[in-house]
């Protein structure tokens, strides 16, 4: 089964400062993984996927994610935080069924200090 | 471009009351349909999908039911609403069933009020 834990349920940073929120997967077979942000009462925005290609994935607003296999890790980050990155980030895991749903974590509330 | 809609968008019902929200996909077509629902403080927390017309998968024994009645049309349903369906429900879509096209894409949600 897969499955994806995320450290640090709220992670605060100075703006400028670099983001790094950590996603640690489980899972069986090899994992296509994601990273969501949702801003407050809104659904969830696709930041950048990994889907066995390149390592280091590039995403949106100037994220990116590095999956290393040998940690299990799909760590999420950013060199320079800026006030609009203040919001919900979620890691997911595919299924390996044929409808492909989808694990999430429980989610690190990001907040920028000015 | 494909779009997704939920609605209505904010919903407070009393307990034991009906729901219904709905959520309709444009701009493809066969579409993997999704609902999940978030809770304060929690995470995401898959309910059902359906791969077709008339086919629905629960993850989650409760007290909801889904229905797709048309190709890109996802409802989701209670006879009786308990205070635990509070939260904020969100449907998302994906295309097909390659591999290829993992991404799920999301609505803007509901938020379920049950008082």
């Known amino acids: 089964a897969q499955s994806v834990t995320q450290l640090g349920s709220h992670v605060s940073v100075s703006e400028g400062a670099l983001v790094l929120l950590r996603c640690n997967y489980s899972?069986?077979?090899?994992?296509?993984l994601f990273w969501y942000v949702q801003y407050p009462n809104q659904g969830l925005q696709l930041l950048l996927k990994?889907?066995?290609?390149?390592?280091l994935v590039k995403g949106i607003n100037g994220f990116e994610a590095e999956f290393k296999k040998s940690e299990t890790s799909f760590h999420l980050t950013k060199p320079s935080a800026h006030m609009s990155d203040a919001a919900e980030y979620f890691c997911a895991v595919t299924h390996s069924g044929s409808a492909r749903q989808l694990t999430f974590g429980s989610g690190t509330q990001l907040t920028v200090l000015p | 471009s494909q779009t997704i809609h939920q609605w209505p968008a904010t919903l407070v019902q009393p307990v034991g009351s009906p729901l219904s929200l709905e959520c309709t996909v444009e701009?493809?077509?066969?579409?993997?349909l999704y609902w999940y629902r978030q809770a304060a403080g929690r995470g995401l927390q898959l309910l059902f999908y359906?791969?077709?017309?008339?086919?629905i998968s629960s993850e989650v024994p409760q007290n909801l039911s889904a229905s797709r009645p048309q190709d890109r049309q996802f409802i989701l349903s209670s006879k009786k609403l308990l205070l635990s369906d509070s939260g904020f429900y969100l449907c998302a879509w994906r295309k097909g069933t390659s591999i290829n096209t993992d991404t799920q894409y999301f609505g803007p949600g509901t938020r379920l009020t049950v008082l």
């Open positions: 359906s791969v077709g017309i008339g086919q």
């Open positions: 990994y889907t066995s290609a390149a390592t």
């Open positions: 701009g493809t077509s066969n579409p993997n």
């Open positions: 899972s069986s077979v090899p994992p296509y």
